[in-house]
């Protein structure tokens, strides 16, 4: 290999260059406003929080470095205070008008404690203050376990969902709390302990303990035989204070903390004794203490992020060597336990030095990620054993990554449409769902608001005409539009109308009249809310050719064309169809148009029996976005196809376009079968005609 007195240094430049500050949007981020919603719609009196790597990283490595979502659920019914606190008189509005409150009971273990049922909060009418009411039984909360959903399991406390079938998810680990709006006292010493370098800052201390803790089901190891303590002994959770303080972090340490993470998974606790002995919370617990007790020096001066791996893991050796992990918060908690093999795991840790790490994270981690590069640039890690070759081949890895990161978001944006498509699709929308998606969305992209909105406006056209308009889909409508009401009237109506008609001037609908003066009849009403629907999706293109047309060839009128179409206004359709596919054609890169329940009702009969054929050949397929959608090229050369046959188009012009489906059928990859079949159809239709007119002219 090359000289290993620079191998470090070439570790230190890859990790820093490779390691982007994360995009508002990314792929966790719009799973985890998933799972959010999910657990809204499932309980109404669900309190998600997404915790772990999803909420705790603001970096994004090149290898995954969130290997699931974790989601801490608590209800809006449950509450927990410190033992001897009296009962709160007000409480965040995320709780119910009914909440029972437990006292936080210590038991004989540092940061294991008993919850006992002491006070039943109600709320006054009059005002938002609650009156408490005293339990005589003062029993014990004992573990929840909720019965698992289908394609649920349960993993200790956790109840887990695996989503390998759709092929774009991670897993999902969700596990019960109750909440505690208070700083705990057995953790009272970690506010106002004594720190030299200043972290965590006052205002960032002081964040933490405003937002208290929680209190999950889960028992020591040392009690899960007993039948009584394993059913109610309940941890301290501090997530909710390891979220803002890793949020804290400059972006070295979030890199540091990202490299032990990946060496403690693929080298450490491969071996069965370690992964007994330690977990990745200890490493965490490392880096907190390492942020508090070293000065900020050690994380920039002379910066080698190898050494700062070595440095930390002779500390965790040391920790292993005496037995003594301190817990962060918890002083009087050890997170060591006493297992034959901790000495051996120590032992190995400290032999660990800059030069045989360097070398481990090239050959396990940089050229892992040079796989993920075209075969150009990982081809060229074949030789590396020239420090200028290696130099070379680390280079060519970096500039790939810093060139694909708008494309990156891009695809984030895609699969946050498949996702939002298929839970409306999956889900019934509630008022509540509604409001966490979009609060969700928010925080991720305001370009997929305009996208959310109407695919809401679709899934209540395709709702009303089994259901009729009831007072639940008028109240999911104003939630989007931004306006509550329980009856919608024609003005507020035309209201929702003017917020959905932001693109008007650049395309071409129809007007609609209503037929009296007061109120919209059904077929009115549905009208507007899918013209409504999309003139957002038009707006909706626009942004996201103004945001990515630069890696991505997009056009902004795809959703026009189809409504066009679908009113029978050939030409225009045509002239659209056109347009688009000239732009397309030769086209690397585009986006798709979802066949899913809601934006089928766009498309027309002949792709809708497509969909469900493919559906009923293989209905796992709904699940995986390559294979319920066709491109943008593929619809726009359907409707030229059938916009040509209606308007009784020569065959010459007919002759053309089967040119241009045939250059799309060699550059469409041939595995999207919904694509190809719709190809195939619109040859089938081209060629009837053009035989029909053939033989129509030789008579």
């Known amino acids: 290999m090359a000289d290993e007195s620079v191998v470090s240094d070439i570790v230190t430049k890859f990790l820093l260059n490779t390691c982007r500050l994360r995009p508002r949007l990314t792929r966790h981020a719009i799973q ?36 699931d979502i974790d989601v801490m659920n608590h209800f809006s019914t449950e509450l927990a205070i410190p033992r001897g606190h009296p009962p709160p008189t007000q409480l965040p509005a995320e709780f119910s008008d009914y909440v029972r409150v437990c006292e936080i009971v210590d038991s004989h273990l540092p940061g294991y404690v008993y919850l006992q049922l002491r006070y039943l909060l109600t709320k006054c009418i009059d005002n938002d203050t609650f009156k408490h009411f005293a339990y005589d039984n003062g029993l014990y909360l004992s573990l929840y376990r909720s019965r698992p959903a289908k394609g649920d399991y349960i993993h200790g406390p956790a109840m887990c969902r695996d989503h390998s079938k759709t092929s774009v998810l991670l897993s999902t680990d969700a596990v019960h709390c109750v909440r505690c709006l208070s700083w705990p ?82 080298a450490l606790l491969a071996n069965s004794e370690a992964n007994e002995a330690l977990s990745n919370y200890h490493f965490k617990t490392l880096m907190l203490w390492a942020s508090e007790v070293k000065s900020s020096s050690f994380w920039t001066y002379g910066l080698n992020l190898v050494r ?13 060597t005496d037995e ?33 790490l360097s070398r481990w994270f090239v050959n396990n981690y940089i050229r892992k990620c040079s796989l993920l590069c075209p075969d150009s640039v990982s081809s060229l890690f074949n030789d590396v054993t020239m420090t200028m070759k290696l130099q070379n081949a680390v280079s060519a890895v970096v500039n790939w990554r810093l060139s694909t990161a708008l ?54 056209t395709h709702k009303i005409p089994n259901t009729g308009f009831t007072n639940e889909l008028m109240d999911v409508l104003a939630t989007v539009s931004g306006q509550r009401n329980s009856e919608l009237s024609l003005s507020k109506v035309n209201k929702l109308k003017v917020v959905a008609n932001g693109s008007q001037d650049s395309t071409k609908f129809r007007t609609i009249k209503p037929s009296s003066s007061t109120e919209l009849n059904t077929s009115e009403l549905l009208e507007l809310l899918q013209q409504s629907a999309v003139q957002h999706l038009t707006t909706y293109r626009q942004w ?27 030409q225009w359709c045509l002239q659209l169809s056109t347009q688009n596919v000239n732009t397309l054609l030769y086209a690397v890169c585009m986006p798709q148009i979802l066949t899913t329940l809601e934006l089928i009702q766009l498309l027309d009969d002949d792709i809708v029996s497509l969909t469900a054929l ?86």
């Open 544 to 570: 996201e050719a103004r945001d990515f047309g630069s890696v991505v060839t997009i056009v902004t009128t795809d959703f026009e064309a189809l409504y066009a179409y679908k009113h029978g206004d050939y």
């Open 185 to 266: 006292p057995q953790a009272a010493d970690w506010p106002t302990r004594h720190r030299n370098y200043d972290w965590p800052d006052t205002a960032t201390a002081d964040h933490v303990v405003r937002d208290g803790c929680d209190v999950v089901q889960v028992a020591h190891r040392q009690c899960k035989q007993d039948e009584w303590m394993s059913e109610c002994q309940w941890r301290l959770s501090f997530s909710r204070a390891e979220i803002i303080l890793i949020n804290s972090w400059m972006p070295v340490q979030q890199v540091v903390y990202h490299m032990l993470r990946v060496f403690v998974k693929s």
């Open 32 to 67: 985890a406003a998933l799972v959010c919603s999910e657990a809204a719609t499932r309980q109404a009196d669900t309190i998600p929080l997404i915790t772990g790597s999803a909420a705790e990283f603001y970096i994004e490595p090149m290898l995954p470095h969130v290997g």
């Open 324 to 356: 003594r992990c301190p817990h962060y918060f918890i002083a009087s908690c050890n997170l060591i336990q006493n297992f034959l093999g901790v000495q051996l795991i120590a032992s190995q840790l400290m032999s660990i030095d800059e030069m045989w």
């Open 614 to 699: 493919t559906l009923i050949v293989n209905p796992s397929w709904r699940y995986k976005a390559g294979n319920v959608c066709i491109s943008q090229l593929t619809l726009s050369l359907y409707l030229m196809t059938q916009c040509q046959l209606k308007l009784r188009h020569s065959v010459t012009s007919l002759a053309q376009t089967l040119k241009y489906i045939e250059v799309a059928q060699r550059r469409l990859r041939a595995n999207r079968t919904l694509n190809q079949l719709t190809l195939k159809l619109s040859v089938r239709k081209a060629l009837t005609y053009i035989v029909m007119m053939l033989a129509s002219n030789s008579h």
């Open 308 to 320: 700062i791996c070595v440095e930390l893991l002779h500390t965790l050796s040391v920790w292993l």
């Open 407 to 460: 494309k990156d978001t891009w695809h984030a944006i895609c699969l946050a449409e498949f996702l939002i498509t298929c839970y409306i699709s999956c889900y019934s929308l509630t008022v509540r769902s509604c409001v966490w998606w979009i609060t969700e969305l928010a925080k991720a992209d305001t370009l997929l608001a305009a996208y959310f909105t109407a695919v809401v406006f679709l899934y209540v």
